[in-house]
């Protein structure tokens, strides 16, 4: 492994995890190339001193012109969101397919792809390295497969590819504290199940220090302590006295999102209103501690959400954020 990322690529770069990936780039020095697809958004990244071009995952056209002369892509681009396969698809995995394809035949060196945790169905051990990915869940299937054809695609071109499958990645921009911000968030389920967790900064570290260092290979990744979703909530309302959590019985969550569905799908527009966005709210996925981490030589800078949630209440004050999905402009 070498300490060496070249010109890089970051997709995504306007949504939640990518903008906080091209700051810290930014931050580098490095003058990253970020993909935009919505031009209107790309006002977000004006600051960051970093080269924007227009692409879309759906156009190979456009993604041909985003990786010349680039040596490390980091992909976060997609429909990211708790949708039907038929509907993450295209997105998650042939656009990923076409990108990583484009890369192949521009000479990229690099490839760091953010997968997800719900590749996983749940269990009560912690999942590492060796554990099976398999999931009903629509999204976590659309990114099983993204996963296996980057492989093997990879694998033909002698590309080096780091597949990172993050968990609830949290921070300011994050959909749950644009609720928060709001005094309240409605949530699917008992909240008893653990969950791993990461602050957004971590994320973003991780992705980075992946590509600079060359790491290689397929691995969930999470911060040092799952909490369940009760405790996740109580510690925001430690510091954030007005902020409510407000449940909703699983099965009843359940029935309403699935009425919903022959509605939702009449809308171009993403949807937070799911069944899998519900099962995902429910299911039980903790990670081995310390995985990537250790290879790395790192350790996290927010080891658990108590040490995260504080900093991003902080963050709130004076903060004004439109998440891509709740964007209804360009």
Known sequence: MTNDMGRVLVTGA????????ARQLSEKGLAPRLLVRR??????????G????????ESPESLARAVQGMDTVIHLGARAIFEEYELVRP??????VALLRACAAAGVRRFVYASSLLVYQGQEAAVDQRTPAFTRHGYGRAKIEAERALSQIADQAGIELAVLRLPHVYGVRDLMFAQVRQGRVYFPGSGKNLF??????DAARLLIAAAETGWTGISPVADDLPVNWNDFFAEIKK??????????PELLALLGTSM??????????????????????NVNLTVKKGLVWDDLGMTPKYPSAYQGIPAVIDDCIEFHWVHPVADRVG
């Open 196 to 201: 791993a967790h990461m602050h957004v900064d």
């Open 39 to 48: 031009p209107l958004r790309g006002t977000l990244l004006a600051s960051l």
């Open 14 to 21: 306007t949504g939640f995890i990518g903008l906080e990936v």
């Open 239 to 248: 510091y954030y006295p007005r902020f409510r959590s407000i449940g909703t």
């Open 91 to 96: 997105t998650i995995v042939d656009g990923s």
């Open 50 to 57: 970093a080269e924007l071009m227009q692409g879309d995952l």
């Open 260 to 281: 919903l569905t022959p509605i939702r799908r009449l809308s171009r527009y993403p949807s937070l209103y799911t069944p899998d966005a519900v099962r995902g709210w």
